[in-house]
């Protein structure tokens, strides 16, 4: 087997596990804080991203989550 492709699944494989561990992140689009914010005045409405939660489920975890339910 190639090299390469070993490493990508240990490292798919770290990723996964580290993500089921800390399943959350700090939502990219509003920094965390929940608000998107109008870029004319200091309004603001919830963050469609994270639903206003300023938090995201990882990818990876989601991962986990689709395979755990079968
Ligand atoms: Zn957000």
Do not use: H, N
């Not at 190639?2 to 490292?11: C, E």
């Not at 089921?20 to 409405?45: E, H, M, N, Q, Y």
């Amino acid at each position: 087997m190639d090299i390469l492709i070993l490493l990508a699944l240990v490292a798919a494989g770290v990723y996964v596990v580290v993500a089921v561990i800390w399943p959350l992140k700090r939502c990219r689009w509003c920094s965390g804080t929940g608000r998107w914010r109008s870029p004319f005045d200091s309004a603001w409405r919830p963050c469609g991203r994270c639903g206003g939660s300023g938090r995201r489920v990882r990818l990876g975890r989601q991962l986990y989550e689709a395979f755990r339910r079968d």
